[in-house]
T-cell receptor, first 117, second 110 residues
Framework: GAVVSQHPSRVICKSGTSVKIECRSL??????MFWYRQFPKQSLMLMATSNEGSKATYEQGVEKDKFLINHASLTLSTLTVTSAHPEDSSFYICSAARDRRLFSEQFFGPGTRLTVL | RKEVEQDPGPFNVPEGATVAFNCTYSNSASQSFFWYRQDCRKEPKLLMS???SGNEDGRFTAQLNRASQYISLLIRDSKLSDSATYLC???????????FGTGTSLTVIP
């Protein structure tokens, strides 16, 4: 399968700081990238969908001003958690797809564990 | 009502056992169904798609019951390496949105 990387894999930050997470598709061009959040013992929750060159589409209840998404190229999307608070501590996973309609062709990154102190 | 519901388990089974998980969904017009496997602190990985006619891949069998709105995953001859969380995923009727179940935890014991 295709390879998707995320960086950093783990980050610990102080409350009030901003954290940027990168998601890269290494061997294919991803027209669509998805960002998920997963709290302990809970399912993945889709936060937003981003298409290259256009604004991200956020799911209900996700603050777009707090979770800034930039999909500047076909191989890179970034998620910035602004003014992070302890309740933002979670496992953030991105996925990339050539075609968003083909869910089974969606490849997940290894995730970023964010801890906000 | 949640879009997708799964029994979280945990299921603890001995090696060699057969174990089955079910996942119910609320939207009768859902189009696509999948089972994913997620190891602890790792990303989900596609295990298999679920087709209307049912499908099998080695020790794994997936089935769809549209009348009762559930999908199932059967694992035969469980291996230690099968220990993981199994997530079901169901699409919306448009096929543009996908909903994850909370996952079912399986531990295979020697």
């Amino acid at each position: 399968g295709a390879v998707v990387s995320q960086h950093p894999s783990r980050v610990i930050c102080k409350s009030g700081t901003s954290v940027k997470i990168e998601c890269r598709s290494l061997d294919f061009q991803a027209t669509t990238m998805f960002w998920y959040r997963q709290f302990p013992k809970q399912s993945l929750m889709l936060m937003a969908t981003s298409n290259e060159g256009s604004k991200a589409t956020y799911e209900q209840g996700v603050e777009k001003d707090k979770f800034l998404i930039n999909h500047a190229s076909l191989t890179l999307s970034t998620l910035t958690v602004t003014s992070a608070h302890p309740e933002d501590s979670s496992f953030y996973i991105c996925s990339a797809a050539r075609d968003r309609r083909l869910f089974s062709e969606q490849f997940f990154g290894p995730g970023t564990r964010l801890t906000v102190l | 009502r949640k879009e997708v519901e799964q029994d979280p388990g945990p299921f603890n089974v001995p090696e060699g056992a057969t174990v089955a998980f079910n996942c119910t969904y609320s939207n009768s017009a859902s189009q696509s169904f999948f089972w994913y496997r997620q190891d602890c602190r790792k990303e989900p990985k596609l295990l298999m798609s679920v087709y209307s006619s049912g499908n099998e891949d080695g020790r794994f069998t997936a089935q769809l019951n549209r009348a009762s709105q559930y999908i199932s995953l059967l694992i035969r001859d469980s291996k230690l390496s099968d220990s993981a969380t199994y997530l079901c995923v169901v699409s919306s009727n448009t096929g543009n949105q996908f909903y994850f179940g909370t996952g079912t935890s399986l531990t295979v014991i020697p």
